[in-house]
């Protein structure tokens, strides 16, 4: 009876094996630069063939083949770890997955010499596998995703490790008890690998289909042609950054705004307008300190939100981005017109709420338009009036 359940378990391995690896092909086929995705389907496509080997090798007792699987094994559980990597910006550890492999096949080719070997060869594998699963968690740790699902990833991570654990302390046990050692060994094998494979890929399921609704939420937050936070997105984040803010240095709000934006769309079309936009967003970014909220309120109005810490250069961020944006502004619209912007600064004061700081600063750029445009203002210090309603006149473009 063991054995035929043993070999049941052997043959449903490959068949739910197959089966995730076909899962993933066609989540892969729907995501294709998303190249950890084709390693997962390789590495349950090597699972289910895995298996198929292993069930032939030991129905024939073929050693070579016995020594394949092992490898097999060995390099999906190693793929699993690479896709993950991947999937989270990571390096992967080549050079210690390689050394694991290495060091747990010279083991396995040792004891395969040996008559009584047997009980050696399994310690070896399942050893190899729980040190392949500890380098699996040092990347999830490294991930720092404090995401449920990611969390419970770790989780069936951690339990497939035990799982592989235990298998030596089987073996140890069987050898102490007088148990009959293969059957009892292989029955448990097979059914942890195969709980193994259905927690490791149900896993893995919830963190991809955890990242596409991240991403769907980012995309709901971001503005296409500049790449920056759109309204709704720029006003949910920097209203929860201003309502946590304790330092004693004020935050500070940048509204900038691109003079003429009107004539350049009328006088150049559409595309070059997009062209500018796209410029001056770019300059917004690589002048920002760390931690920076940029916005596209909408048309050609932007807005920086800068934090506590980097607050008191909100005037030289301004200086700079101005630099940086006329450096090459001739050159976006055939050099027949040199589009220019302009900034207002605002500090938060305290008790301050995003949409009176939005509003001081929005007064402060009008100022700058006011001056000449190309400008940079500064609002004045706050009467204590909060939610004054915006200006009534029509702001220059």
Same mark, same amino acid.
């Given at each position: 009876?063991?054995?035929?359940?043993?070999?049941?378990?052997?043959?449903?391995?490959?068949?739910?094996?197959?089966?995730?690896?076909?899962?993933?092909?066609?989540?892969?086929?729907?995501?294709?630069?998303?190249?950890?995705?084709?390693?997962?389907?390789?590495?349950?496509?090597?699972?289910?063939?895995?298996?198929?080997?292993?069930?032939?090798?030991?129905?024939?007792?073929?050693?070579?083949?016995?020594?394949?699987?092992?490898?097999?094994?060995?390099?999906?559980?190693?793929?699993?770890?690479?896709?993950?990597?991947?999937?989270?910006?990571?390096?992967?550890?080549?050079?210690?997955?390689?050394?694991?492999?290495?060091?747990?096949?010279?083991?396995?080719?040792?004891?395969?010499?040996? =008559?009584?070997?047997?009980?050696?060869?399994?310690?070896?594998?399942?050893?190899?596998?729980?040190?392949?699963?500890?380098?699996?968690?040092?990347?999830?740790?490294?991930?720092?995703?404090?995401?449920?699902?990611?969390?419970?990833?770790?989780?069936?991570?951690?339990?497939?490790?035990?799982?592989?654990?235990?298998?030596?302390?089987?073996?140890?046990?069987?050898?102490?008890?007088?148990?009959?050692?293969?059957?009892?060994?292989?029955?448990?094998?097979?059914?942890?690998?195969?709980?193994?494979?259905?927690?490791?890929?149900?896993?893995?399921?919830?963190?991809?289909?955890?990242?596409?609704?991240?991403?769907?939420?980012?995309?709901?937050?971001?503005?296409?042609?500049?790449?920056?936070?759109?309204?709704?997105?720029?006003?949910?984040?920097?209203?929860?950054?201003?309502?946590?803010?304790?330092?004693? %240095?004020?935050?500070?709000?940048?509204?900038?705004?691109?003079?003429?934006?009107?004539?350049?769309?009328?006088?150049?079309?559409?595309?070059?307008?997009?062209?500018?936009?796209?410029?001056?967003?770019?300059?917004?970014?690589?002048?920002?300190?760390?931690?920076?909220?940029?916005?596209?309120?909408?048309?050609?109005?932007?807005?920086?939100?800068?934090?506590?810490?980097?607050?008191?250069?909100?005037?030289?961020?301004?200086? =700079?981005?101005?630099?940086?944006?006329?450096?090459?502004?001739?050159?976006?619209?055939?050099?027949?017109?040199?589009?220019?912007?302009?900034?207002?600064?605002?500090?938060?004061?305290?008790?301050?709420?995003?949409?009176?700081?939005? =509003? %001081?600063?929005?007064?402060?750029?009008?100022?700058?338009?006011?001056?000449?445009?190309?400008?940079?203002?500064?609002?004045?210090?706050?009467?204590?009036?909060?939610?004054?309603?915006?200006?009534?006149?029509?702001?220059?473009?």
């Amino acid at each position: 009876m063991s054995k035929e359940l043993n070999i049941v378990f052997l043959i449903f391995n490959p068949i739910m094996s197959a089966f995730f690896a076909a899962g993933f092909y066609l989540l892969w086929r729907t995501q294709k630069k998303s190249r950890f995705i084709a390693i997962l389907v390789f590495s349950y496509l090597m699972r289910a063939l895995c298996f198929l080997i292993l069930y032939v090798s030991l129905k024939y007792s073929d050693m070579v083949l016995r020594q394949i699987s092992n490898a097999m094994i060995l390099i999906t559980t190693a793929l699993l770890v690479i896709a993950y990597a991947q999937r989270s910006h990571q390096a992967p550890r080549f050079k210690l997955l390689a050394f694991i492999f290495t060091v747990t096949m010279a083991g396995l080719q040792y004891f395969m010499s040996m =008559d009584s070997g047997l009980q050696e060869r399994g310690v070896v594998i399942n050893l190899g596998l729980f040190a392949i699963f500890l380098v699996f968690l040092g990347h999830i740790r490294k991930a720092g995703d404090e995401n449920p699902v990611a969390q419970f990833l770790g989780i069936q991570v951690v339990i497939a490790g035990a799982m592989t654990l235990a298998r030596p302390l089987i073996i140890l046990g069987s050898a102490f008890f007088e148990m009959d050692y293969p059957d009892f060994y292989w029955i448990f094998t097979s059914v942890s690998d195969a709980i193994v494979s259905v927690a490791l890929a149900v896993g893995i399921f919830a963190v991809m289909a955890s990242d596409v609704m991240e991403k769907i939420k980012a995309e709901a937050l971001t503005d296409s042609l500049s790449g920056l936070l759109n309204r709704r997105g720029f006003e949910k984040r920097a209203d929860a950054v201003l309502f946590g803010e304790t330092s004693d %240095r004020p935050a500070a709000m940048v509204m900038c705004d691109l003079d003429h934006f009107k004539k350049i769309n009328d006088s150049f079309g559409h595309l070059a307008g997009d062209r500018v936009i796209r410029a001056f967003s770019d300059k917004l970014k690589e002048n920002a300190p760390p931690r920076t909220l940029i916005g596209r309120l909408g048309g050609e109005e932007f807005a920086v939100f800068l934090m506590a810490d980097n607050s008191l250069s909100a005037r030289k961020y301004a200086q =700079d981005v101005q630099a940086s944006f006329n450096a090459i502004s001739a050159g976006l619209v055939n050099g027949e017109m040199h589009p220019t912007a302009s900034f207002g600064i605002a500090y938060a004061n305290e008790g301050d709420g995003l949409f009176h700081l939005l =509003d %001081r600063s929005d007064r402060a750029l009008y100022q700058a338009k006011k001056q000449g445009r190309n400008c940079i203002c500064e609002a004045e210090a706050d009467s204590g009036q909060a939610g004054v309603p915006a200006l009534p006149e029509l702001r220059p473009a």
